[in-house]
C-alpha cells in the first residue's frame, strides 16, 4: 500500500551545507527503499512531502522525528495513494523565490502534476509565508 506523508518542522539556525547534506542523502538512500518526495525549506521550516510503501514512509518519519537538526515534526497530511505524485523524484528540493510576489507562480510551475489539490494547496500556503 503506498502512502504519503506531508510533514513540517523546524530548523532555525540549520546552515545551507546541511540542507544539501539532507537532500544529498536522501539521494543516495531512498531509491533503495521506494521513497520518492520534494523538499521545501525557507529559511526558517522544512515542509516535506514523502511518499512510499506505509512501513518504509513510517519508518523514515520515525528516523526523521529523531533528527537533532529540527524540532517540532508535525505530521499535517498522511493519506493512502494509488499512485506517486513525485515517482521520478528521490527527493527534489523545490526551491521558494526570495520575492513572495513571485513565490506561487514559481511553485506552480515546479510542483509535479499529480499532486492531490488539496496537498498543493497546503504546500504553496506554506511557501507564501514570511
Not at 10 to 17: D, G, K, M, S, Y
Not at 36 to 60: I, Y
Not at 105 to 123: F, T
Request: charged letters at 25%; glycine letters at 6%.
Amino acid at each position: 500500500m503506498l502512502s504519503q506523508y506531508l510533514y513540517i518542522s523546524t530548523a532555525p539556525t540549520l546552515p545551507r551545507e546541511d540542507v544539501d547534506a539532507i537532500l544529498a542523502t536522501s539521494a543516495r538512500n531512498n531509491p533503495a527503499r521506494g521513497i520518492t518526495g520534494l523538499l521545501l525549506f525557507n529559511g526558517r521550516n522544512f515542509l516535506q512531502l514523502l511518499e512510499g510503501d506505509e512501513g518504509e514512509v513510517s519508518e523514515l518519519m520515525q528516523t526523521i522525528s529523531a533528527d537533532p537538526r529540527h524540532s517540532g515534526v508535525s505530521v499535517i497530511d498522511r493519506r493512502s495513494i494509488t499512485a506517486r505524485a513525485c515517482p521520478t523524484w528521490a527527493m527534489k528540493r523545490v526551491m521558494i523565490a526570495e520575492s513572495i510576489e513571485t513565490r506561487r507562480d514559481m511553485l506552480e510551475r515546479d510542483l509535479p502534476e499529480g499532486l492531490d489539490p488539496e496537498v498543493r494547496k497546503m504546500i504553496v500556503n506554506f511557501a507564501v509565508l514570511n
